[in-house]
């Protein structure tokens, strides 16, 4: 299985930045996708991005569409969410996942291999 280890989150103003890392491991990982997803407070999981390791593809949801940018790096098997203009409501805890790219763009969870641990995110007014 593929391991993953998120850092990056924690508290920021509104209209600022972060960028959350998601470094994995193992000998699987070239076969996957990765991707980030968010959980706000009594909301559903939602889907936020997603990149491919081979072509490095990625697909956005319209939500954070202009505003996050997912990328990786592929000698650090490390994938990032840059973060821009935070808005309050998108404090939420934010987890990474490895999966089949149309598994995680569909949200089809039984088909995600590996959810890194969530890394909290806070947005203040």
């Known amino acids: 299985q593929v391991q993953l280890v998120e850092s990056g989150g924690g508290l920021v103003q509104a209209g600022g930045s972060l960028r959350l890392s998601c470094a994995a491991s193992?000998?699987?990982?070239?076969?996957?996708?990765m991707g980030w997803f968010r959980q706000a407070p009594g909301k559903e999981r939602e889907f936020l991005a997603a990149?491919?390791?081979?072509?490095?593809?990625?697909y956005h949801t319209d939500s954070v569409k202009g505003r996050f940018t997912i990328s990786r790096d592929n000698a650090k098997n490390t994938v990032y969410l840059q973060m821009n203009s935070l808005k309050p409501e998108d404090t939420a805890v934010y987890y990474c996942?490895?999966?089949?790219?149309?598994?995680?763009?569909?949200?089809?969870?039984?088909?995600?291999?590996?959810w890194g641990q969530g890394t909290q995110v806070t947005v203040s007014s």
């Open positions: 990149i491919t390791w081979s072509g490095g593809n990625t």
């Open positions: 193992g000998r699987t990982v070239s076969s996957y996708s």
């Open positions: 996942a490895a999966g089949e790219l149309m598994g995680l763009v569909g949200s089809y969870y039984e088909s995600i291999d590996s």
